[in-house]
């Protein structure tokens, strides 16, 4: 489940410059689930996840999207930005 979008410095520069956008989720989820709960969500492909723990002890996903969607856009979409 997607807790809540990152939106620091850095985020907004990988989604500028790699199409990626950066979320907490919750510990548990798995790279699929991820992908599968944001594909459906926002209606976009998602080429791949990374995941991280933070020393926070949350779960940071990086989703890439694929090329024919921007990732700067959909965040312009959802109102963050």
């Keep these: 489940m997607i807790r809540r979008f990152v939106l620091t410095e850095k985020a907004l ?6 199409n990626k956008i950066t979320i907490v989720v919750d510990r548990g989820d798995t790279k699929r689930a ?20 933070t ?13 024919e ?7 312009s979409r959802l109102g963050l930005l």
């Design 55 to 67: 020393p926070r002890g949350e779960k940071k996903a990086i989703v890439k999207l694929s090329p």
């Design 69 to 75: 969607h921007n990732a700067f856009d959909l965040l």
């Design 34 to 53: 991820v992908k599968e709960e944001f594909e459906r969500l926002y209606g976009v492909k998602v080429e791949y996840v990374n995941t991280m723990i």
């Design 13 to 18: 520069m990988l989604a500028e410059r790699e």
